[in-house]
Each structure stands twice: as structure tokens, then as C-alpha cells.
């Protein structure tokens, strides 16, 4: 065949050629048109007129048609495989950036939340493994069971069309997608999927269930044609509703982590086996991941007890010195006051015969009359500094709080009476016995009804008792007296002095007093409620502090 006879439709034959010539040509390829074997290569092989010259070529019975047919497509094969073995090569550096990536945030984690946000939006990100949806089952402590603990993914086509909108105009690498994704939506995704996870809960001895056999295999699966697969729980397939799904087992040192359930709910797009490679490699990185968070964690609650176990050391510590301390001044206090007493107790007898045998119109009766009451008021004051003192050792057993209210009310009656204060007491009915002090418990129950009747008369205390949760509470309201805050405040603080309600420890006393057996005492004055007095004793041993 005279090749110069022929004339060729393609330019393959031509050292030089023009855009309007070659229809394969286009803006920027002006390179090719003075170059003839890089265009032969790049752009006549694929070009329907050198297929068409090509084949008449073979037509001609030329003894080389067969062999550069051959050659052709050889060619074009080839560059085919090389073609598809570079795009895969493309995709395994993407692979394996991805899986460096995941790696270094992984690594360097210990919080369990984040650890569980990378994992799942590594899975389900377009720049990941691109799947719809996943679910992760975390083993308990005991290793009993799988329960559902977190799911990522969209529920519906408009939240997933929403949702690839705004992470495909975000342009965030994967560690700052999880960091959003926690701190934005973690809670919101697990409360949207808690209707499924909270029914995700497989046993550990269901050897039978697909999830279980893929860790006992330590293998991922993938599941095809769920619903007609007599392998697949067929509530599993329901509950998550589709016909494909993976399962990716979690081990770290032979323990059964969890593991992860993904699907193309929404795409419906077919899962292959090399999706299944490909995610195969992640899980064992993201296994080891969730179990050092899960130790750290539970290190941390650990350490957690320890401090508060050593701070409790430390206050027993403390205590222990405050009671020594206070012991001595309880005995060095009771010492002084015997010594105090005797002779006190002399002079005020004497004192009191004399003023009996003074006459009234004695100049010195007043006197007299002054050294007694100085007397009486110092022996006032010894008691209560022995009360102090047999304070700092509480004896608890449980008694009838009604009757020890009524008790203290027998022994105030003669004071109240001589007031012509009333005394008006409320029990409730069907109460459990307290655990208290009854010698500190009365001696605080008459110091303040007492020192609520000192120095008024033609009043009314109202006194009750109420179950309030596991406490009962003995409630005094007084609602003859108007105090200020200020006066309040010096109501309980030691020897201060109220206009109303004189001076001494009193009520501070009391105070001191119940805070040792843990029992809330409190007063309250509403400017226009008069005074309420709240004790709230326990109603079981475990309470004593």
C-alpha cells in the first residue's frame, strides 16, 4: 500500500498539524501540534479517525496491519492498567495520609469523648471512609454485654444533603471535623438515635449473634441481603433498617472492646469488599484508642477517691486535734468552775440569809440584794460552762422525740405559768425515734424556750414536730418578739448581748452543741413573722458524722 496515495483521515501521519484539524486538540494542548509522537500517543490512539484509517489499513492486506492492530491495543490496555493503578495509588496516599492523620490524634488522646468523635467521623466523613451512618457498641465493665453508647449520621435525605453541604464548604481536616462535632452536636446525635442505641444490647454469651461471632473471630463482616440472611438477628436488621451494613470488631490485647455497625442507609450505595478492607485497618488504632481512655478514666475516678479519701484523712486528722485540744480545755474549764462553785455557793447562801434577815427599810439591803443576784448570775454562767464542758462528748441513742418535747415542756411549765406565757405543743402523729443526744437535746429545747419567755409575758410559743424526708424536724415559732438582723446575728454568736434577749451562750451554745451530732439548727427571723426556731434531728445511726 503506497502510503503517499492514501490520503489518511487522522494527522497521525503529519509532522505538523492545526486545532482545526484534530478534533482531540483543544486550548492548551498547543504543544502537541508540533509534536508528533506525543500526540500520536496522547490523542490519536483514542481518536475515532485513526481507527478508521487504522482499519483500513488492515483492509489493505498490508503482512504489518495484524501486528500494529495488536500493538494498539496492547497500548491502550496497558495505559488503561496504568491509568487505574495510578488513581489507585492516588487513593492509598490519601489512605494512608488519612490513616496518619487518625493515628496522631488517636495517639495522643486520653479523653473517651473525643477519642469516640474522631472514630466515628473518620467513618462516616467524606474525607474518611465516607459512610452514611455508624454505630458504636462499648462493652460494660464486667463484660457482659454490648450496649449502644454513641451514633453518628442523618436520619433523613434533607439532614444528610444539609450536613455534606456543610462539611464539604468547611474545609476541615478530620481532627478539627471531631473537634466540632463534639463540642457542637456529640450530645444532639446521641439523643437522636437513642430510641436504636438504647436497644442495642447484645450478650456477650449470644456466641450465635453476628456481632458477637465477628469478636470472637476477630474479623469485620460484611453483611449482605440482611433481611432473608439466616445468620442476622432479624431484630438487628429491623432496628437498623437496612439490607448492607459492616461490622467492625474492637479488640485491644485480646479484650473485647465493642465494636462498630456502619451502613449506607441514605445513598444506598453498595458496600465492597475493599470498603471493608479499607476500614478493617482503622479499627485496631481506634480499639486501642477507647481502651486507654477507658483506663484513664477510670484511673482518674480512682485518683478522684483517693484525694477525698486523704482530704478525709486530713479533716479526722484535724478533728482528732481540735477534740484533744478541746478536751483540755473541757477539763481545765470543769476544773475551774468546781473550784469556782463551792466558794460561790457559799457566799451566795450567806448572802441570801442575810438579805432574809435584813430589814426592808435597812439602807443595806441593796447591797446585799446586789451580791446575790451577782451570785446567782455567776452560778448561771458555771452551769452553762459545765454544760460546755459535758458538750464535747454527745451520747446518741434513739428516743421518742414527742416525748422528750413534752418532757422539757413539763419542766419550763412553772416559768411559763408565772409569765402567764402559753406553751402550746403540736406532735405528729406515727414518728420513727431520732437518734440524739437526750441529756444535750433537752438542755438546748429549754434554753430556748426558756430564754424565749425570759423577761415577756402573756405570750404564746407554738411548738411542733414533722417527718421532713428521712429527718424529723422540732419547729418553735415565737411570734411575740421583732428581731433585726443584727440582733440575730448576736443571738448566736457567744456573750454577745441583744436588747431583747440579754447576753451569754445561750443560743450559740446550742448551736455548738447540735453541729456536733450533725443536726441543722436554725433561726430565722421574718420582720413580720416573729422568731422560728428548726431542729432537724436523723433517723438513722449511718447519719452520725
Known amino acids: 500500500m503506497d502510503n503517499a496515495a492514501v490520503q489518511w483521515e487522522c494527522c497521525w501521519d503529519r509532522d505538523l498539524t492545526s486545532l482545526e484539524d484534530c478534533p482531540n486538540l483543544h486550548e492548551g494542548d498547543g504543544d502537541l501540534l508540533a509534536s508528533r509522537p506525543r500526540r500520536f500517543l496522547e490523542k490519536c490512539c483514542d481518536c475515532d479517525r485513526f481507527k478508521t484509517d487504522l482499519s483500513r489499513f488492515r483492509e489493505s492486506g ?27 495509588l492516588d487513593t492509598k496516599t490519601l489512605e494512608v495520609r488519612f490513616l496518619h492523620e487518625l493515628g496522631s490524634v488517636l495517639q495522643s488522646s486520653v479523653d473517651l469523648d473525643e477519642v469516640l468523635s474522631v472514630a466515628l467521623t473518620a467513618i462516616t466523613s467524606g474525607k ?9 457498641l462499648l462493652a460494660d465493665k464486667e463484660r457482659h454485654f454490648l450496649r449502644g453508647h454513641l451514633a453518628i449520621g442523618p436520619r433523613s435525605a434533607e439532614e444528610a444533603g444539609r450536613t455534606w453541604q456543610e462539611v464539604s464548604t468547611s474545609d476541615l481536616d478530620l481532627q478539627h471535623l471531631s473537634r466540632a462535632f463534639r463540642q457542637h452536636k456529640l450530645s444532639a446525635e446521641r439523643d437522636k438515635f437513642q430510641d436504636i442505641l438504647g436497644r442495642l444490647v447484645i450478650s456477650m454469651d449470644n456466641i450465635h449473634h453476628i456481632v458477637i461471632r465477628s469478636l470472637e473471630e476477630k474479623k469485620p463482616l460484611l453483611v449482605q441481603n440482611a433481611f432473608q440472611n439466616p445468620d442476622v438477628d432479624q431484630e438487628l436488621a429491623q432496628l437498623l433498617g ?10 485491644a490485647r485480646n479484650r473485647r472492646v465493642g465494636a462498630i455497625l ?18 478493617e485497618t482503622f479499627t485496631f488504632p481506634v480499639a486501642f484508642a477507647i481502651e486507654r481512655a ?18 478525709r484523712l486530713q479533716e479526722q486528722q484535724e478533728l482528732l486535734v481540735r477534740m484533744e485540744k478541746m478536751a483540755l480545755v473541757g477539763r481545765i474549764t470543769s476544773s475551774i468552775a468546781h473550784s469556782i462553785r463551792n466558794p460561790l455557793m457559799i457566799i451566795g447562801g450567806f448572802a441570801r440569809s442575810i438579805l432574809k434577815a435584813t430589814p426592808e427599810d435597812d439602807p443595806k439591803r441593796g447591797f446585799i440584794d446586789s451580791i446575790v443576784s451577782e451570785a446567782q448570775q455567776m452560778e448561771e454562767v458555771l452551769d452553762e460552762i459545765l454544760t460546755y464542758s459535758d458538750a464535747l462528748y454527745p451520747v446518741r441513742d434513739f428516743w421518742d422525740v414527742n416525748q422528750l418535747v413534752e418532757t422539757v415542756l413539763r419542766d419550763i411549765q412553772e416559768k411559763a405559768l408565772s409569765q402567764n406565757y402559753a406553751c402550746r405543743f403540736h406532735p405528729a402523729e406515727g414518728l420513727p425515734s431520732a437518734y440524739l443526744d437526750y441529756k444535750q437535746l433537752s438542755y438546748c429545747l429549754r ?14 410559743l407554738e411548738i411542733s414536730t414533722r417527718l421532713d424526708g428521712d429527718r424529723i424536724e422540732i419547729l418553735i ?25 440579754g447576753s451569754g451562750l445561750n443560743l450559740a451554745l446550742c ?23 428548726s431542729i432537724k434531728l436523723p433517723t438513722r445511726k449511718e447519719e452520725e458524722p
Do not use: C, W
Open 62 to 88: 498490508h503482512p504489518l496491519a495484524p501486528f500494529f492492530a495488536i500493538l494498539h491495543n496492547d497500548y491502550r490496555r496497558q495505559r488503561s492498567q496504568i491509568q487505574s493503578l495510578g488513581s489507585f
Open 128 to 136: 474518611g471512609f465516607g459512610m452514611n451512618r455508624a454505630f458504636l
Open 242 to 251: 437496612v439490607d448492607s451494613f459492616l461490622i467492625l470488631p474492637m479488640l
Open 262 to 279: 456502619a451502613d449506607n442507609v441514605i445513598t444506598r450505595q453498595p458496600i465492597t469488599e475493599d470498603d471493608l478492607r479499607s476500614i
Open 294 to 311: 477507658s483506663l484513664y478514666e477510670r484511673l482518674q475516678v480512682e485518683v478522684t477517691k483517693l484525694q477525698d479519701a486523704n482530704q
Open 447 to 460: 434554753n430556748i424556750l426558756v430564754g424565749t419567755i425570759d423577761g415577756l409575758e402573756n405570750g404564746a
Open 477 to 501: 415559732d415565737d411570734r411575740s418578739r421583732r428581731l433585726s438582723e443584727d440582733e440575730l446575728e448576736a443571738l448566736l454568736t457567744p456573750f454577745a448581748e441583744t436588747h431583747e434577749m
Open 511 to 533: 448551736r455548738n452543741m447540735l453541729e456536733k451530732q450533725d443536726v441543722p439548727f436554725l433561726v430565722v427571723a421574718p420582720p413580720d413573722d416573729g422568731i422560728r426556731y
